[in-house]
């Protein structure tokens, strides 16, 4: 199984110091953030940049199996729809520049709220498609991740969305813990979502909607073994990549380093 791990959870963490220790613990890939308040936010990457990023990735042996640049896209404000197609698009032409090869995916949500997927269904069907008309173009996949509080939030809606969208392009982010905080049952996602995966998340949850809290891996008594093993057995082949949430982020004293080698020995410790 290949273990990797998302720079999400260290935003302010310089990507020439977070690749070495997060390949000298182990992690085989590391998924770049590219939003705007990261360290390797898509507006900080310029042409030297992108080549020393790429040459870190080579040098210290690990992949690059996805880009996070979750944005919203059901706002009805122009301004902040055209920032976020502005970097979803970026994202598709960074993963053809960084990967030409076997370009990462593109991970984001829809965003909105919770409860907008009827009102406001046509609405994303018309953006996803439009997105994925690029992307299919380049040669690159969308993974769209159904997100607790977000229009899109089960795996039925995430379905309802594929088969509207009608393109090969769009596929799927599989991030459990969006649906364990709603209750919903391992098997059951599993069995709607595996064969439209091509990426997944890992991370725990204290709690259920609305009053959760979501946890690193390690912290919890969770059987990451389980989901795994449960996701290769329905055919999944990428990787497993560990997520710090912005809840743990926000606690005092955290420490992306401490939570990316918990994240590992967890991972590791249950793994089959």
């Known amino acids: 199984m290949k273990l990797g791990f998302s720079t999400w959870g260290m935003p302010e963490v310089n990507i020439e110091d977070a690749i070495p220790v997060?390949?000298?613990?182990?992690?085989?890939?590391?998924?770049?953030?590219?939003?705007?308040?990261w360290s390797t936010s898509l507006e900080s990457l310029d042409h030297d940049r992108k080549n020393a990023i790429r040459r870190l990735y080579s040098e210290h042996g690990v992949d690059l199996p996805a880009i996070a640049a979750h944005s919203p896209l059901t706002s009805d404000q122009t301004d902040i729809h055209n920032q976020s197609i502005w970097r979803i698009l970026g994202a598709i032409e960074l993963a053809l520049?960084?990967?030409?090869?076997?370009p990462p995916v593109i991970n984001t949500t829809v965003g909105g709220e919770q409860g907008e997927w009827k009102s406001k269904r046509q609405l994303i069907?018309?953006?996803v498609g439009r997105l994925c008309d690029e992307a299919e173009q380049a040669g690159v996949l969308i993974?769209?991740?159904?997100?607790?509080?977000?229009?899109?939030?089960?795996p039925v809606q995430m379905i309802e969305l594929i088969e509207s969208v009608?393109?090969?392009?769009?596929?799927?982010?599989?991030?459990y813990s969006h649906?364990?905080?709603?209750?919903?049952?391992?098997?059951?996602?599993?069995?709607?979502?595996?064969?439209?995966?091509?990426h997944t998340h890992l991370k725990g949850v204290d709690g259920r909607w609305p009053d959760f809290q979501f946890l690193t891996p390690g912290e919890d008594e969770y059987c990451y073994a389980h989901e795994?093993?449960?996701?290769?057995?329905?055919?999944?082949?990428?990787?497993?990549?560990?997520?710090?949430?912005?809840?743990?982020?926000s606690r005092v004293?955290?420490?992306?380093?401490?939570?990316?080698?918990?994240?590992?020995?967890?991972m590791t410790r249950r793994s089959v």
């Open 179 to 198: 649906f364990l905080a709603q209750g919903m049952v391992l098997e059951k996602c599993v069995d709607l979502l595996a064969s439209y995966t091509v």
């Open 253 to 266: 004293g955290y420490d992306p380093f401490a939570h990316a080698r918990l994240a590992f020995d967890a």
């Open 228 to 249: 795994m093993q449960l996701m290769t057995e329905a055919g999944y082949s990428g990787y497993f990549t560990a997520e710090v949430s912005i809840q743990v982020q």
């Open 97 to 102: 520049e960084l990967a030409p090869d076997s």
């Open 166 to 175: 009608e393109s090969g392009a769009l596929r799927v982010n599989f991030d």
């Open 143 to 154: 993974a769209m991740e159904p997100h607790i509080g977000s229009a899109i939030h089960t």
């Open 22 to 37: 997060l390949a000298t613990i182990g992690y085989q890939g590391i998924e770049l953030t590219v939003l705007e308040r």
């Open 125 to 127: 069907v018309d953006r």
